[in-house]
């Protein structure tokens, strides 16, 4: 028979792993928007709309550069917090 006790610290600890994945999940999009942002800054303020043809080619680089590192740090964070979600679920 199932103790009433065991269910509860069970039900406890639940409680307590969701609250600290919602956690680490808060501070990583916290995290991943200050990187992004960061990232994306040199194209906001670039030459993008510029009449000069070498900044605009520049520019159009950097947007190029800037979607594959977004990309890239999206994969990475949602791979990181998998792999942590994973650990802390399945101890694996």
């Known amino acids: 028979m199932l103790d009433p ?17 919602e956690r680490l999940l808060e501070v990583a999009i916290g995290v991943s928007s200050v990187v992004i942002a960061i990232l994306w800054i040199p194209v906001a303020l670039g030459g993008f709309f510029s009449v000069d043809e070498n900044r605009r080619y520049e520019s159009h680089l950097r947007l190029r550069n800037a979607i594959i590192g977004t990309v890239i740090y999206a994969l990475a964070v949602s791979g990181s917090i998998y792999g942590i979600f994973k650990f802390i679920a399945f101890g694996t």
């Not at 065991?6 to 609250?19: D, H, I, P, R």
């Open 5 to 21: 006790r065991m269910y509860l610290s069970a039900v406890g600890g639940l409680a307590f792993t969701g609250g600290v994945l």
